[in-house]
C-alpha cells in the first residue's frame, strides 16, 4: 500500500494510522518527519511500541531506534563542487530547502567542507562560505528560481540544486537574466529524475542511487517483519555525478 502526503491533505501520523488500522506487516517512512529536526519523534516510539516494524529513508534521527537508508549528501555536495571547480568556477552557490532538514544540514557540510579544501580557504571562511554561498527556499522550481535569483546577484557563476526541480527554476532564473545555461551558469541539480535528460539543456545531476536504498528498505523491513531487527544504524549508499548539458566551463574574465 502506498500513502502519499500531499500539501492540504493528511498528514503523515493520519495515513500512518490509516496503514496500522489495515494491518500492515510494516512500513517504510520516505523523508518523513524523521527528516525534520524540529519535529517530535515520540509517534515513531508510539508505532514501535505497537509493535509495527518500520525503516526510515532521507534523514537520520538518533532519536528514533530504527534502522536509516541514507545517501551520502556530503559526497554528493563534493562531486558537484570538484566538478564545477575542475570547469573554472570558484563563485559556487548551493540552494536547498529549509535548514530544520537533516538532508539540508548535510548538504551544507559538505559544501562547506568541499569549498574550504577545493580552494583551500581557512577554517575561519566557513561562515562566511555560508553567509555568502548558500540559500534556503522551497524544493520547487519557484523555490528554486528565488534562490538562484539570489545567488546569481552574488555573482555566483554555477549554482548547485537539492533537486531536479529547483535546478530547473534555476535555469528560468538566468535566463531572466539574460543568462545563457551552460555558457554563462551552469546549473547542477539533485536526484537525476526521469525527465531530465530531456530537459533544455539536458540536466547535470547527481545521481541518488534509488533502486539500491529501495532494495535495501525492503530487505531491511522484511528481516524487522520476520524477527531479525537491524541494528538502530545508517545505511549510507555514495551517489554518482551525471555530467549533461547544463555545466561548462568557465570562460569568461572573472571566473
Do not use: W
Amino acid at each position: 500500500m502506498l500513502a502519499t502526503q500531499t500539501p492540504g491533505g493528511s498528514t503523515e501520523d493520519e495515513l500512518t494510522e490509516m496503514l496500522v488500522d489495515r494491518g500492515v506487516a510494516g512500513i517504510i517512512f520516505v523523508s518523513g518527519l524523521h527528516a525534520d529536526t524540529t519535529a517530535d519523534t515520540a509517534r515513531y516510539e508510539q508505532l514501535r511500541a505497537q509493535g509495527v516494524p518500520f525503516v526510515l529513508v532521507d534523514g537520520f534521527s538518533p532519536k528514533v531506534r530504527a534502522p536509516f537508508i541514507s545517501p551520502d549528501d556530503r559526497a554528493a555536495m563534493r562531486l558537484a563542487v570538484t566538478h564545477l571547480a575542475s570547469l573554472g568556477h570558484t563563485r559556487i552557490g548551493l540552494a536547498l530547502g529549509p535548514r530544520r532538514f537533516v538532508p539540508v544540514q548535510r548538504k551544507i557540510e559538505g559544501f562547506t567542507r568541499s569549498m574550504r579544501e577545493t580552494f583551500r580557504l581557512g577554517s575561519a571562511d566557513v561562515e562566511d562560505i555560508e553567509a555568502e554561498l548558500v540559500q534556503h527556499s522551497l524544493y520547487t522550481l519557484e523555490g528554486g528560481q528565488a534562490a538562484a535569483a539570489a545567488l546569481l546577484d552574488r555573482g555566483c557563476t554555477a549554482v548547485v540544486c537539492a533537486s531536479d526541480m529547483m535546478a530547473l527554476g534555476a535555469i528560468r532564473a538566468a535566463r531572466e537574466r539574460g543568462l545563457e545555461v551552460p555558457d554563462d551558469v551552469s546549473v547542477v541539480g539533485f536526484d537525476d529524475s526521469v525527465l531530465v535528460a530531456f530537459t533544455d539543456p539536458p540536466l547535470t545531476t547527481v545521481r541518488k542511487p534509488v533502486p539500491a536504498m529501495g532494495q535495501a528498505a525492503v530487505r531491511t523491513l522484511l528481516e524487522e517483519i520476520g524477527g531479525t531487527p537491524a541494528p538502530h544504524s545508517e545505511f549510507v549508499f555514495m551517489p554518482e555525478l551525471v555530467v549533461r548539458g547544463s555545466t561548462a566551463a568557465r570562460t569568461a574574465p572573472g571566473a
